[in-house]
């Protein structure tokens, strides 16, 4: 637990300390459980949902309207932002 809280940039009193790990040990035992489970007969799977993706042509097409036009940040054709270094 002294980890975990170190690694969330936590500082506990020993009495959370104390209570937190029992809580930890109680959700990592609920989890145990799962290995009980007979799972042989189910193939494995990495999605809940059957899914697939759908593609389309990436080709550089024309806007019909301005996409500067609404903007004050803009140098020329090109949008402007703010200066990094």
């Known amino acids: 637990m002294e980890r975990v809280s170190k690694n969330a940039r936590l500082k506990l009193s020993e009495e959370e300390t104390s209570k937190f790990t029992q ?31 759908v593609y389309r042509e990436d080709k550089a097409e024309k806007f019909d309207w301005d996409p500067l036009s609404n903007t004050k940040h803009k140098e020329g054709k090109y949008f402007k932002g703010p200066r990094i270094v």
């Open 23 to 53: 809580q930890l040990k109680d959700v990592l035992g609920a989890f145990k459980s799962l290995d009980e489970v007979d799972t042989g007969n189910v193939k494995p799977s990495f999605h809940p949902q059957e899914i697939s993706d």
